[in-house]
């Protein structure tokens, strides 16, 4: 099964209002990542976070991690239509060679 | 340059074709990978390369092959595919790092749309 599990599926807010999005994982890990995907298109990094950092801000993001509770979330301030994508959140599988992907939430931003 | 690329960005081919899509990166970066994504699920991790060896290989059907010829450029050879076959193929690269390539950031190509008939 796959080591990252995220909620809500999809999330419809307006311009202005903020967007937050949850993953949970199985294993210890060293680092969680969140990634955007504009529609049918690559994938984009957004910001990693340490497992020994609870908080981190990039701009309008905010990431914070739990690693007690193996959750992470990611805060989306001020959404933008732009915003409008996929989110997925990714980490290391227990070996470290390779990256599990999260489900995605599909973030919807109304004009 | 930060920049991945992916030919072609759409191909159509039929269950008796052969094609191949082309990735490559100049960052410098000695892991490389491919995915495949159907619709509204995340990318399914098929191969990955690091110092131009395959690494793992995710129990990927003998009609996808992989291939690495140098450190920039990573291709995917396709024969005799089925229409389930058909979705975004995505190409990525990153470091290799100290605990794994795992732990690393990626960096994605725009993927080739793949439809087979």
């Known amino acids: 099964s796959q080591q990252g599990e995220e909620d809500p599926q999809a999330l419809s807010i307006q311009e202005g209002e903020n967007a937050t999005m949850n993953c949970s994982y199985k294993?210890?890990?060293?680092?969680l990542q969140w990634y955007r995907q504009n529609s049918g298109r690559g994938l984009v990094h957004l910001i990693l976070?340490?497992?020994?950092?609870r908080e981190k801000h990039s701009g309008r993001l905010r990431v914070t991690l739990d690693t007690s509770k193996k959750s992470s979330s990611l805060l989306i301030t001020a959404s933008r239509a732009a915003d409008t994508a996929s989110y997925f959140c990714?980490?290391?599988?227990?070996?470290?060679?390779?990256?599990?992907f999260g489900a995605g939430t599909r973030l919807f931003v109304k004009a | 340059d930060t920049e991945v690329t992916q030919t072609p960005k759409h191909l159509v081919m039929g269950m008796t074709n052969k094609k191949s899509l082309k990735c490559e990166q100049h960052?410098?970066?000695?892991?490389m990978y491919w995915y495949k994504q159907k619709a509204k699920k995340p990318p399914e991790l098929m191969f990955v390369?690091?110092?131009?060896?395959?690494?793992i290989n995710e129990s990927v059907p003998s009609r996808f092959s992989p291939e690495c010829p140098n450190s920039s450029l990573l291709n995917l050879h396709l024969h005799a595919l089925q229409p389930e076959d058909s979705a975004l193929y995505l190409c990525?690269?990153?470091?290799?790092?100290?605990?794994?390539?795992?732990?690393?950031?990626?960096?994605f190509g725009p993927g080739t749309r793949l439809l087979v008939l």
């Open positions: 990525a690269s990153s470091q290799v790092g100290t605990q794994g390539a795992g732990q690393e950031t990626q960096y």
């Open positions: 294993t210890s890990i060293n680092n």
């Open positions: 976070i340490r497992s020994n950092e």
């Open positions: 990714a980490t290391p599988d227990t070996g470290g060679f390779k990256t599990i």
């Open positions: 960052m410098g970066h000695r892991a």
């Open positions: 390369y690091s110092y131009e060896k395959l690494s």
